[in-house]
Each structure stands twice: as structure tokens, then as C-alpha cells.
């Protein structure tokens, strides 16, 4: 069931970088948003930007009807969005989309996020974690800037590993140099995962050399956010027709889906 | 004073209120019904349907430019035969008229939807696209010469008993004379309009920000060109015109309706204000009211121009 809210900001920080926690008074999305589901914000009340933003909902409180999104500013909307002020309002659609699978049975969980892709997956890490699953995230950055976003984490209860473009915390290089050195031993049972899709590659293949199962949320540019426009389309494999795949739509198929299923362009 | 009488008919379709959803926007009409009642609505025009299935363009299919948006979905559709399986019984059961829009790349095509469309229960009409700017062959091809414009609305016209809308292109010279031609091909309304084809650049990579490419313009950067058209139109056609482009509020409905639209659509708006079409149908009626305006008929073409000597 999908829902309109009117969300009421009370912190929009700065967290390092270009990144911003906006915590949001929003009892409706708190209540209902699973790990994984996007909102769809509206940044501006004119006709320009038009559209409405996407965002993954980073983690929610639904006793203090709260919740936070953790976004980058890379445009027009995001920058329109990194000068609101606690006490304004803003416009939103929830809960969208599809949300990580947690009803799970295994031991231990692979968490991996690199720079926005980070934005679903505390409330993700808080529900493993709540359920007994050891969980290790592995967290690429540009820089050591956004080293508070490492502490989300270890509050949270999850083993973290960082990886910066400076090396200026953790190793220096690309998250997915963390696969690489995987001890067999040290295999998960499942992979989380969300980033550029360069890195959802690497990921790709690698699990699929380990027969690691796993989920991946990917991004498309979006216009209703709820079905309707066709607009979100992405190439996931289908035995319904002779190709072997079909388009479908990130906003309601997605954004999160198996990891196997997704066609990755090369 | 009492509510005023919203009531429009376009041919046979009998509205409770001139305000329609516009084709591609409104998927077959589940995703809002989360959001309000759609029976509310005038009439629901749904997404293009074609004879066989298609997948649609690569990604990315939409941008966003000043105050509108590009779209280059490409018609992805499950073709007229699934269609009519999983999404006609649904729509069947709405109290709203389904408005089915459809697009062929021959006339043949145009022929053959109109008659398999014809013998499924629960449809209200067909608004027939000669106006997509999105697939290679067909689609805005018929809708910018009047003549093949005519020629697949008669022909289409020989397939049903249905009301025939036809939808046409913003991208002619002339949008009036080809009005003219669907009229007198047996068009029972028109509609108007479709997108504008443009394009749109990203200045860094040097590339397209569509996957086609090019991509048909909509949202309010488009209304005033669309305003003028259906004003062109109104004055040339006996037929009701269903004005539509960049509407997102109850004013610009209004703006539409003076210019001589007996309805119109919403398309774009929807993504902004996923109850545009509700509040939208609330303040045409306060407007209404205030004016003391008893039925639509009181607005339509209203336009007042002082001739230039
Ligand atoms: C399901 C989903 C979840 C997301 N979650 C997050 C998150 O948690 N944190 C975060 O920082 N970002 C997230 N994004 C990306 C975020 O939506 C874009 O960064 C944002 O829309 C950019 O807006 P802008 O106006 O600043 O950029 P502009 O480049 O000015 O935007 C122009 C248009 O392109 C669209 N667009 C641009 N980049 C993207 C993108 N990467 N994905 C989809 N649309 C895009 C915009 O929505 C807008 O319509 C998510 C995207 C999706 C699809
Ligand atoms: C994403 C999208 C998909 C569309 N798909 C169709 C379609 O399948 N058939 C059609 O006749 N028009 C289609 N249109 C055009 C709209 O119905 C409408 O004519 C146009 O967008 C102008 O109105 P607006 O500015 O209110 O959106 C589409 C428009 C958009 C934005
Ligand atoms: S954004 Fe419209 S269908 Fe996904």
C-alpha cells in the first residue's frame, strides 16, 4: 500500500564529503518500510526540478516515528535538498519498491555498500544483526571524510571493513579488493549489496564463482516511482520469453532483486 | 447555488467530469489505486497497447530538462492478447470508462487491434496513437499527413462500433488540418497532444541522456504550445477536443477548457502529484461554482479575443 506523507525534517546534516543524514519525522513510512524500500521525495514545490527524488530509506525508528535517508549531493535536487532546514516539510511517497529478504535462515551475512549505495543498508545490518546473523559490511568510500557513517555500522553490532579512494581510512583502493582476499573459510552464507554498477559486477562475479546466493538494489532514473511509467526499466533474466530476458521496472520489481538475475551492460 | 454539472460526453463515452489520465502515464490504472479512488475520474486512458508485444528501448528512458521531462519508452507493452487476459478483467470491474490507446505499425495493425479490441466486454473506446514519437517505424508517421492520418481512421472506424479518439502529434506545421481529416475519417473526439520530440545532452560524456537517443517532451515546459493547438483546433472541428500537456493544477485545466478542450488529461502531472487528477477535479468545480458556471458547457471555448483591425 502506497501512501503520501508529509515529512517533517528534524536534522539534515553534513556528514563529510558530499554526504548529508536527513532524519525525518514521518510515523506513517516508520511504521511500514522494510530494509531495502525506497522513498520518493519531492525536493521543490515549483515545476523545476520537476520530478520527484529517489531514496533508499538508510534506517528508521517506527517508536520514534523517525527515519533518516543518507544522500550525496550530485545535482540540482540533492543540493536544493542539502539546504533544507529542520522544521521544514517535505513530500513523500513510501513505502516503494521491494525490500532485502530477512526472513532468513543462515549465519553469516556479507554486507557490501560503496559510496551512495550505502543508503539502504544500515536498517538492513540493524535487522541481521537483531536476528543472531554475524554480519561483516565492507564499506567503500572516496575518503576518510565520511568516517562517521564506519560508526552507524559498528553501533549497529556488524564487523566492519572500510576501503577508501585515498586510503586515507582502511585499505586503499576499491571495496571489492576485500573479496578478493576472502578466505574459503571465511565465506558468507548470503551477500548484500548496493553501489555503482561497476562494482555490482565484481560482485556479481564473484559470488557466482563462490555459489554464494545473494540480493542487490540498483538505481534507474525514475518518473511516477510507482508502476506506472515504464520509465525505470532494467534487463533481469526471464524464462518467459526466447531471449532469456526482459525489461522491468526498478520501482516496483526492484529495486532490490536477486542477484543472479540481474544483466549488467559492459 | 448548487454543484455544477461536470458531466462531459465524448461520443459515447459518458464522464462524470471532463478529467481523463493521460496514455503511458498511468500504467492500466493499479498503481494509483493505492492512493485514491480512480473511479473518481473522468475516464482512464491506459498505456499504448500494439498487435504483438514489445520490450521497449534501452535505458535510460526518461530525463529530466527545464520544467518537463523526455520520455523514450519505446511502447514496451505485453501486445493485445495479454493485455486483454491479465488487465481487462480488472478494468472491467472499475465504474470509470477504460479508454484503450493503441498503435500499430501498419494499418493493418491499426485494423486488426480495433477488431480483436472490439469483441472484449467492458472497454469504453479507443484512442488511436498516429502520434508516438518513440518507435522507429508507424506511430507519428500516420498522424503528420492528413491523408494516411484519414486513411487509418477510416479504416480503424470500419472495425468498431466503439468512440474513436484520435490522438495526435504536436510535431506538424499545421495540427488543425490534420484534426479536420480524422473528423471527417469518422474520429468521434481528438485529443491532443502528444510529446514534442527533442533531445538532451550530457555536456561531460558527450552522450545522449536517452538510450534512443531522442525522446518526446511533456510536462508544464510543453503547455503553452499546447494550449495554442487545442485553441487552432477547437475553432475547426464540430468534434469535442481532449486537451492535455503540462497540466499539473486545477488553473491550467481551467486555461485548457477556455481554450476549447471539453476535457482533458493528465499525464506528467501525475509523477509530481501522484492526486493531481483528484484535486484537480475539486478545484474545476470550486472554480465553477464561484463563477456561477451550471455546466462545463459554460467554459468550453470560452476564450475572449478582441479582434485586431
Ligand atoms: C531506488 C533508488 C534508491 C536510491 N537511493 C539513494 C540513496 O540512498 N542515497 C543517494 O545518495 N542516492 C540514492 N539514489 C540516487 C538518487 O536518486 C540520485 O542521486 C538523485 O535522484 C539525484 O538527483 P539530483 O537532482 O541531485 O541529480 P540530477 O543529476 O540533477 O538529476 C537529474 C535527474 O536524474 C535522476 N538521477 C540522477 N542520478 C540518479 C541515480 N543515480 N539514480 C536514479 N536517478 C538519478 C534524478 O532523479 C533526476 O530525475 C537512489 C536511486 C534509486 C533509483
Ligand atoms: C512516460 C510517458 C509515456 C507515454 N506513453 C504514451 C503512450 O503509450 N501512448 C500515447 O498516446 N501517449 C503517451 N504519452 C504521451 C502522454 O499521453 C501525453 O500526451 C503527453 O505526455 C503530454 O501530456 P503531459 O504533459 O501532461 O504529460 C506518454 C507520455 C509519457 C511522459
Ligand atoms: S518510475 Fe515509473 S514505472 Fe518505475
Given amino acids: 500500500m502506497i501512501f503520501q506523507e508529509s515529512g517533517l525534517i528534524a536534522a539534515n546534516e553534513s556528514v563529510g564529503d558530499r554526504f548529508y543524514r536527513m532524519a525525518l519525522f514521518a510515523p506513517r513510512t516508520a511504521s511500514k518500510v522494510k530494509p531495502g ?35 550525496a549531493v550530485v545535482g540540482r535536487g540533492t543540493e536544493m535538498m542539502s539546504k533544507m532546514k529542520s ?3 517535505v513530500n513523500l511517497m513510501a513505502p516503494l519498491g521491494t525490500s532485502f529478504s530477512i526472513d532468513v535462515n543462515f549465519n553469516e551475512a556479507l554486507v557490501i555498500g560503496g559510496g551512495c549505495g550505502i543508503g539502504p543498508l544500515l536498517g538492513l545490518v540493524k535487522q541481521l544483526v537483531k536476528k543472531g546473523i554475524e554480519t561483516t559490511t565492507l564499506l567503500g568510500m572516496k575518503t576518510g571524510q565520511t568516517s562517521i557513517l564506519i560508526d552507524d555500522f559498528l553501533l549497529a553490532g556488524a564487523t566492519v571493513k572500510v576501503a577508501t579512494n585515498d586510503g586515507s581510512i582502511g585499505i586503499k583502493g576499491h571495496v571489492t579488493e576485500f573479496l578478493e582476499n576472502t578466505e574459503k573459510k571465511e565465506k558468507p552464507d548470503f551477500v548484500y549489496a548496493c553501489g555503482p554498477n ?28 510507482t508502476g506506472a511509467c515504464l520509465s525505470c526499466a532494467c534487463r533481469i533474466q526471464s524464462q518467459d520469453n526466447e531471449d532469456g530476458w526482459d525489461y522491468k521496472r526498478v520501482c516496483v520489481e526492484g529495486p532490490v532483486f536477486s542477484l543472479e538475475e540481474v544483466i549488467f551492460d559492459e | 447555488m448548487n454543484n455544477p454539472d461536470l458531466r462531459v460526453s465524448i461520443g459515447e463515452i459518458h464522464m462524470k467530469n471532463p478529467v481523463m489520465t493521460a496514455s503511458g502515464t498511468y500504467g492500466y490504472g493499479e498503481a494509483y489505486s493505492d492512493l485514491y479512488d480512480v473511479n473518481f475520474l473522468g475516464a482512464m486512458v491506459v498505456k499504448g497497447i500494439t498487435p504483438e508485444p514489445r520490450k521497449g528501448n534501452p535505458p535510460p528512458r526518461i530525463a529530466e530538462t527545464p520544467a518537463g521531462i523526455l520520455n523514450a519508452i519505446g511502447l514496451q507493452n505485453p501486445g493485445v492478447e495479454k493485455f486483454i487476459l491479465d488487465e481487462v478483467p480488472r478494468l472491467m470491474k472499475l465504474q470509470v470508462p477504460v479508454i484503450v490507446n493503441m498503435s500499430a505499425n501498419t494499418i493493418e495493425g491499426y485494423q486488426r487491434l480495433a477488431r480483436r479490441l472490439d469483441e472484449v466486454e467492458g472497454l ?23 491523408k494516411t492520418a484519414h486513411e487509418v481512421v477510416s479504416k480503424v472506424r470500419k472495425e468498431t462500433k466503439r468512440p474513436i479518439i484520435a490522438k495526435l502529434t504536436p510535431n506538424v506545421t499545421n495540427i488543425a488540418s490534420i484534426a479536420v481529416s480524422v473528423e471527417d475519417a469518422g ?63 486545477w488553473q491550467d485545466a481551467v486555461e485548457f477548457m477556455i481554450a476549447g478542450a471539453s476535457a482533458v488529461a493528465i499525464g506528467t502531472g501525475n509523477f509530481t502529484n501522484p492526486v493531481a487528477a483528484v484535486d484537480i477535479i475539486d478545484g474545476i468545480c470550486a472554480y465553477m461554482k464561484e463563477n456561477n458556471m451550471e455546466k462545463t458547457t459554460d467554459l468550453v471555448g470560452k476564450v475572449s479575443i478582441e479582434t485586431i483591425e
Avoid at chain 1, 198 to 225: D, F, T, Y
Fill in chain 1, 198 to 225: 561497476p562494482m555490482l559486477v565484481s560482485v556479481q562475479k564473484w559470488a557466482r564463482k563462490q555459489h554464494i546466493p545473494g540480493e542487490i538494489s540498483i538505481e534507474e532514473k525514475m518518473g511516477c516511482g
Fill in chain 2, 187 to 249: 474520429a468521434d473526439a481528438v485529443s491532443l497532444i502528444n510529446t514534442l520530440l527533442g533531445m538532451a545532452i550530457d555536456i561531460k560524456s558527450k552522450r545522449p541522456l536517452l538510450g534512443n537517443v531522442v525522446g518526446g517532451l511533456s510536462g508544464p515546459a510543453v503547455k503553452p504550445v499546447a494550449v495554442r493547438m487545442v485553441w487552432e483546433t477547437a475553432q475547426v472541428v464540430n468534434i469535442p477536443v481532449i486537451g492535455m500537456g503540462g497540466i499539473t493544477s
Fill in chain 1, 87 to 89: 522544521g521544514e516539510k
Fill in chain 2, 124 to 146: 469504453s473506446g479507443l484512442e488511436v496513437n498516429i502520434s508516438c514519437p518513440n518507435v522507429k517505424q508507424g506511430g507519428q508517421a500516420f498522424g503528420t499527413d492528413p
Fill in chain 1, 37 to 71: 524500500q525506497f522513498i520518493h521525495l519531492k525536493c521543490s514545490d515549483t515545476a523545476d526540478p520537476l520530478l520527484r527524488r529517489p531514496f533508499s530509506v538508510y534506517d528508521w525508528d517506527e517508536k520514534k516515528k523517525m527515519i533518516t535517508i543518507l544522500y
